[in-house]
């Protein structure tokens, strides 16, 4: 009898497991390219004249543009952070700045990202590219739902083990490095791992653009019969910049042009295959990056186009970034979305498109965006925050109103009797002055005191029920 019960229970588990791969066959894929310090204005499709960008242009024309997409930090770590986990960056504890090689706390395991989502359908995941989200192996991308990784696992202008002996920065200090491109090898520490362990120190940044994406193609190869989710963070155009030999501008006035006309080309490559292996129709493809541009660096770093400022500010060339999305017969082709979304949407809307529920006793701020993929919808989203790259607020998208409250920082010098004076207050109409230039808030006190009270409302309820990062103990 109990052998029977056994191949019973045996042939049941073997039913359920062939039902759940049957169900995940149906799943769509997905594919985020998720770029490093791009701005608004860097790619064919959302203006540019100088920067030739004809492969993610092409996705642009067959599929969708998003020209009000937010990412929720201006900075590296936190963005990340908010895109794989659905939520601002100070309710998963990851807001503070970026971390380092000498930093001690990651995301936590314990939150849902959205390889965690996915894997738990069957999906194969796999992450390559720049991790950013802590070096620990108790933080790394195997930990957090992805079955495999290949990448840097901090920004690309950091070495190991504890960042120091670094070449000069600034423009002059990036014009030096790309006039050397063997400078990757001779001048930076920066480690490649593969999974948990370094393979590669120093990594040869050259060619990063060009494996992570062969990487991506030869795992979508692989899984092509099953549902898999690509996570594709690329290092660049992250300083310091660099490509392979062979596509190389000598200029160094060229340098950012060169780089992103660089990934655009494995873009297309990538696109290639996903096309050649007949995988159009069932997967969608994201292209965006993780805050606006590092413009101090001048040549070496992007534009915001009509955006007021860059990378590390709340101002919208800090966190307005371009984004397109690729589906063909589901994305509607050569639409563009102007409704409000953000990478902390893509969590949920994921989750939507798979039909499937997000658990319900961890809170995220993403919202389910999936009707602005495919139809002429309104956004779920009519409110956003902005925190500034060391996590403190500072302002509040709604509706078209946006706010900006920046505080006095104590200057080092002051005395004991140093008192803060009133902040700033800057208060916009995005519909009509997208560039941030007209400070509307004398005019509108009623609505300045609204939305502050309302920012602070919000931001309120996310310390208190933030969650604690992972922390290295001794």
């Not at 590390?312 to 050569?334: D, K, L, Y």
């Not at 979305?337 to 893509?346: K, S």
Request: proline share 8%; aromatic share 8%; with cysteine.
């Amino acid at each position: 009898m109990s052998q029977i019960l056994f191949l019973l229970s045996l042939t049941f588990a073997v039913a359920l497991t062939s039902l759940s791969l049957e169900a995940a066959k149906d799943k769509p894929n997905f594919i985020i390219i998720f770029t490093d310090d791009q701005g608004y204005g860097d790619l064919g499709c959302f203006g540019s004249t100088k920067i030739k960008t004809p492969n993610i242009d092409r996705m642009a024309k067959e599929g969708r543009r998003f020209t009000n997409f937010m990412v929720a930090s201006p900075v590296c770590t936190p963005s990340r952070a908010a895109l794989l986990t659905g939520c601002y960056p100070k309710r998963v504890g990851m807001h503070q700045h970026v971390l380092f090689p000498s930093s001690t706390k990651g995301l936590n395991p314990t939150e849902h990202t959205i390889a965690d989502h996915l894997k738990g359908q069957g999906y194969a995941t796999a992450a390559f590219g720049k991790w950013h989200l802590g070096h620990h192996p108790e933080t790394l991308p195997q930990k957090n739902g992805f079955d495999t990784y290949f990448g840097i696992p901090y920004s690309n202008d950091m070495n190991h083990p504890e960042n120091k002996g670094k070449p000069p920065g600034r423009a002059p200090g990036m014009d030096a490095l790309w006039k050397d491109p063997e400078s990757t090898l001779t001048k930076w520490n920066t480690p490649l791992m593969e999974n948990e362990k370094i393979v590669e120190l120093p990594v040869d940044q050259r060619t990063v653009t060009r494996r992570y994406t062969q990487k991506a193609i030869d795992f979508i190869t692989t899984n092509q019969k099953n549902p898999f989710f690509v996570y594709l963070p690329h290092s660049m155009p992250h300083i310091p910049l660099y490509v392979p030999d062979d596509v190389r501008d000598p200029n160094h006035l060229n340098a950012y042009t060169n780089t992103i006309e660089h990934i655009d080309a494995e873009v297309g490559r990538l696109m290639d295959k996903v096309r050649e292996l007949g995988l159009s129709k069932n997967t969608y493809v994201i292209y965006t990056t993780d805050n606006g541009p590092w413009l101090p660096f001048k040549h070496h770093g992007g534009s915001a186009g009509p955006l007021r400022d860059g990378k590390g500010s709340t101002f919208e060339g800090g966190q307005r970034v371009p984004c397109v999305m690729w589906a063909p017969g589901r994305i509607p082709a050569g639409t563009e979305c102007h409704e409000l979304m953000g990478t902390i949407d893509l969590l949920p809307t994921i989750a939507a498109l798979t039909k499937t529920p997000l658990p319900a006793d961890q809170k995220i701020d993403g919202l389910n965006a999936s009707a602005l993929l495919t139809q002429n919808a309104k956004s779920p989203r009519n409110e956003f925050l902005y925190y500034t790259s060391r996590g403190e607020i500072q302002g509040l998208r709604q509706g078209k109103w946006k706010i900006l409250v920046k505080k006095k920082k104590k200057p080092r010098n002051a005395g004991k009797n140093w008192k803060a004076p009133d902040p700033e207050i800057l208060l916009f109409d995005l519909i009509t002055d997208m560039g941030e230039q007209k400070n509307l808030a004398k005019k509108n006190i009623k609505k300045v005191t609204e939305l502050t009270n309302r920012m602070d409302e919000l931001d309120a309820e996310i310390t208190k029920n933030a969650r604690t990062p992972w922390h290295k103990t001794k």
